[in-house]
């Protein structure tokens, strides 16, 4: 074997006994929240968890394989719900998400009132920092911006965790100390479920070819869900399925911290709290609306009007119980109003950089 080879192969394991002791600490993060019963447990206490391997520099990277092993799963979890009665709702859905439009334009508001009056940042970095999705775009733009880029991604980052783990405490609190979907009698067998996983897998990567956000997840979403409507499938997923496809996507969202700047993080730490409970404060107050105009749980509007997080939230959703389609159909608009509405937006904050240029030159 050659030196490159034998660099090859030491690297090669060292790299899948760093990515085992990451799903394997997050693992142990779901499994311990989801036995102390804390709401949707398996995911935040993965995510929780691998972020705190990651601040001592021992988390790896998810594989693509895993990661797309942790999307499928849980397409075909959340799709495994539908039934004739999933679209009851169906109707109130255009007027609802009408409102959550009103609602990331309030929460995005709300965020960037606090970092420009509160902490005295600049208005376009309040803004890119405050705007809750498409966290990749936002940090490059900033870049171009001349805005602190680092500070902007620590603010857009910090944003999923504070979602993952404050949102189910207050649909506990809200519903009275009940939370998580009632156990099924029954679920799919083990012939189905793979069937449906090859299925939801073909579906998933027809989407993510097709570049849509969320394909894969989305793609097997909805193969699952036409599997089980047309009765193709009896149940639900076992619930051993469920929490390995939170504990796997939890470890990728916290792998999402590998690099992170805890140092900058505390820097900006009452910042980012405030700004983030702004918005949080916000959906909290929508959600309420809906739940009375719309005649859905406060728990199904909240997370469906939360700041963020569309994967996250679609199994957060599933995880408290409560309607996962609903969720997922209020996100996917979330993104394309967020994706359509940014270059208009940040065409018109450079035109308002220039317009100052110009001003000052003049002057």
């Known amino acids: 074997?050659?030196?490159?080879?034998?660099?090859?192969?030491?690297?090669?394991?060292?790299?899948?006994?760093?990515?085992?002791?990451?799903?394997?600490?997050?693992?142990?993060?779901?499994?311990?929240?989801?036995?102390?019963?804390?709401?949707?447990?398996?995911?935040?206490?993965s995510v929780i968890a691998v972020a705190m391997l990651a601040a001592f520099g021992r988390a790896v990277p998810i594989?693509?394989?895993?990661?797309?092993?942790?999307?499928?799963?849980?397409?075909?979890?959340?799709?495994?719900?539908?039934?004739?009665?999933?679209?009851?709702?169906?109707?109130?859905?255009?007027?609802?998400?009408?409102?959550?439009?009103?609602?990331?334009?309030?929460?995005?508001?709300?965020?960037?009132?606090?970092?420009?009056?509160v902490f005295k940042w600049p208005p376009a970095m309040s803004l890119l920092a405050s705007v809750p999705g498409s966290m990749s775009y936002i940090v490059s733009v900033s870049l171009t911006m001349g805005a602190d880029a680092a500070k902007v991604a620590v603010v857009q980052m910090s944003r999923l965790i504070f979602l993952v783990t404050i949102l189910p405490w207050i649909i506990v609190w809200e519903s009275g100390g009940h939370y998580g979907a009632i156990a099924p009698a029954i679920v799919d067998p083990p012939a189905i479920l793979v069937a449906t996983m090859a299925a939801g897998a073909?579906?998933?990567?027809?989407?993510?070819?097709?570049?849509?956000?969320?394909?894969?997840?989305?793609?097997?979403?909805?193969?699952?869900?036409?599997i089980h409507f047309f009765g193709l499938a009896?149940?639900?997923?076992p619930?051993?399925?469920l929490n390995g496809g939170q504990i796997l996507l939890g470890s990728w969202v916290g792998c999402r911290f590998i690099g992170f700047d805890w140092s900058l993080f505390g820097a900006i730490c009452f910042g980012t709290v405030g700004a983030v409970g702004a918005a949080i404060g916000v959906s909290v107050g929508v959600a309420a609306l809906a739940a009375m105009l719309f005649k859905v749980s406060f728990g199904t509007a909240l997370i469906a009007y939360a700041p963020g997080g569309q994967d996250a939230m679609m199994v957060l959703a599933l995880a408290l119980g409560v309607d996962p389609i609903f969720v997922s159909a209020h996100h996917l608009a979330r993104y394309f109003m967020?994706?359509?509405?940014?270059?208009?937006l940040i065409a018109a904050m450079r035109r308002g950089d220039e317009t100052k240029t110009q001003k000052g030159e003049a002057r």
């Open 1 to 45: 074997m050659t030196a490159t080879r034998q660099t090859k192969a030491r690297f090669d394991a060292g790299a899948t006994r760093g990515e085992a002791l990451t799903i394997a600490t997050g693992a142990a993060g779901g499994l311990l929240f989801a036995w102390l019963r804390i709401p949707g447990g398996a995911m935040s206490g």
């Open 63 to 117: 594989s693509a394989p895993l990661r797309i092993l942790a999307l499928v799963t849980m397409g075909v979890a959340i799709g495994a719900v539908v039934d004739p009665d999933t679209f009851a709702n169906i109707a109130a859905y255009p007027l609802s998400i009408g409102l959550m439009g009103l609602c990331v334009i309030a929460m995005t508001l709300a965020s960037t009132a606090v970092w420009s009056l």
């Open 202 to 226: 073909i579906g998933g990567c027809v989407l993510d070819r097709l570049g849509l956000s969320g394909g894969m997840l989305l793609g097997a979403l909805i193969v699952s869900g036409a």
């Open 234 to 237: 009896p149940g639900l997923t």
């Open 239 to 241: 619930p051993w399925f």
């Open 338 to 344: 967020i994706n359509v509405s940014l270059p208009f």
